[in-house]
């Protein structure tokens, strides 16, 4: 059985760090991303991780502040998030896929088969 497992969350003030973790079992996967979403919203790719070389992606939005990385040895991809700010409130998950997907496909959830099951994020002013 496949498993995406998301741990980390919680209340930060604006400025501070946390830590997502997610854990996998059941396969190995190409690519590995981390999403978030407000309630209302559709979901916003935040960053991706090719598993086998560890090449990286980021969007616009948190670029700069956020480092995704995995360690194989755990079968675990984190997101480290610094400088954080109001606006990166959100429920995040992880989502992973055994295809290798283009740059460009690998921001669209659609491009992933497994998902987490969410961990919030609230950043308070």
């Known amino acids: 059985q496949v498993q995406l497992v998301e741990s980390g969350g919680g209340l930060v003030q604006a400025g501070g760090s946390l830590r997502l973790s997610c854990t996998t079992s059941?396969?190995?996967?190409?690519?590995m991303a981390w999403f978030r979403q407000i309630p209302g919203s559709e979901r916003e790719f935040a960053a991706a991780i090719r598993w086998s070389i560890g090449t990286t992606y980021y969007s616009d939005s948190v670029k700069g502040r956020f480092t995704i990385s995995r360690d194989n040895t755990k079968n675990t991809m984190y997101l480290q998030m610094n400088s954080l700010k109001p606006e990166d409130t959100a429920v995040y998950s992880c989502?992973?896929?055994?295809?290798?997907?283009?740059?460009?496909?690998?921001?669209?959830?659609?491009?992933?088969?497994?998902w987490g099951q969410g961990t919030q994020v609230t950043v308070s002013s």
């Open positions: 989502a992973a896929t055994p295809v290798y997907s283009s740059s460009v496909s690998l921001a669209r959830p659609i491009s992933y088969g497994y």
């Open positions: 059941g396969r190995t996967f190409a690519t």
